[in-house]
């Protein structure tokens, strides 16, 4: 009872104002200094959400919000650049790079087709089985025909003839549907393509179905016949080890957009700095340049090893992903099957 007593507040009154006077224990000034170290901090924090968001939930905001920006570009680079679905799948599918700064947008597609058709020595009566689109975003002619014979020649057409000009062109074919392309490295650059064929292309490797030396580099890009890529292929006597190809992101060095080459360009004469973006920059701007990435936002020259996004994603791993999503969603009880309480 006298602890409760000794320990209970006295009320007095000073100055005209009531004062609560509470027993405790004394501290030392040492002891005291942990609690001080915490109000220090917390004062620090509440400077930084006035001036600011905090280091800490800065850093996870600009995480976060470069992860969503590098999906919205990827998702919209890649929807521009979809082929439509009422190509025939059955026929083979070329692609036309004009060069010059021919803009196959801005141009009548009546006039693409007939240059097109001209060129590969078609007549009207065949033109009728073709197919023939642009592609706005890649700046590309895309030729579908179940014709074998004109898909071969179609490569050979160097230029297209509008009458009022002339483009130069390069036009190759497409890998068909179906299959899936496989990057093996380490082949020196003394075999050649026939070569290279000879030493992939044969029964000990059952599905491949073509294979060709990516520039002068030493990897070589395989296709298969189906979706999956082996773990090995075997190159003549050798046995590699064999990925999956994925594609970067097309970045052109002329106007500094996504989704096409500086090759196809129809924005010749549009000079944009490749690291922040400035039209017509100065001579001195290089000192100044900050780069930023357009595919990820990150301070680096856009589309650089360092990029996280700088690959596309392959169809047979978004294939496997959305089969995945569905099974999994399959698997999940049914609200309805539930009985009611």
């Not at 050649?192 to 599905?207: D, G, K, S, Y």
């Not at 360009?265 to 780069?291: L, M, Q, W, Y």
Request: aromatic share 6%; glycine share 6%.
């Amino acid at each position: 009872m006298g602890d409760n007593m000794a320990s209970a507040p006295s009320i007095d009154s000073l100055g005209g104002r009531t004062c609560i006077d509470v027993h405790g224990k004394d501290i030392t000034p040492e002891a005291a200094e942990g609690w001080w170290a915490f109000v220090k901090r917390i004062k620090q924090i509440m400077t930084d959400k006035e001036n600011g968001e905090p280091a800490a939930i800065a850093r996870q905001s600009r995480s976060k919000t470069r992860a969503s920006f590098a999906k919205i570009v990827a998702a919209s680079v890649t929807k521009e650049a979809r082929m439509p679905i009422d190509m025939p799948k059955e026929d083979t599918k070329l692609f036309m790079r004009p060069r010059g700064g021919l803009n196959v947008a801005r141009t009548e597609v009546s006039i693409n087709v007939s240059a097109v058709m001209a060129a590969a020595r078609v007549t009207k009566e065949e033109a009728k089985a073709y197919t023939i689109c642009t592609n706005a975003q890649q700046n590309i002619i895309v030729v579908s025909t179940p014709d074998e014979r004109r898909a071969t020649l179609c490569p050979m057409v160097k230029a297209l003839n509008k009458g009022y000009r002339t483009d130069e062109i390069s036009a190759y074919r497409t890998a068909p549907d179906g299959t899936v392309k496989g990057v093996i490295r380490g082949i020196a650059v003394d075999y050649t393509p026939a070569e290279i064929a000879e030493n992939i292309v044969n029964p000990r490797n059952p599905l491949a179905v073509e294979a060709h030396r990516m520039g002068n580099t030493t990897t070589v890009i395989v296709l298969f016949a189906g979706q999956k890529v082996p773990n090995y292929v075997k190159y003549g006597s050798i046995l590699v080890r064999c990925g999956l190809y994925r594609k970067h992101f097309d970045v052109c060095r002329q106007c500094g957009k996504v989704g096409h080459r500086r090759d196809v360009c129809p924005n010749h004469k549009t000079r944009v700095c490749f690291g922040c973006a400035i039209v017509n920059s100065s001579e001195d701007h290089k000192r100044e340049c900050k780069f930023k990435c357009k595919l990820c936002e990150g301070q680096h020259l856009t589309g650089e090893r360092e990029c996280k996004n700088k690959y596309k994603t392959p169809y047979v791993v978004k294939k496997r992903q959305w089969e995945r999503k569905m099974e999994a969603m399959k698997q999940q009880p049914d609200p309805e099957s539930f009985s009611p309480l």
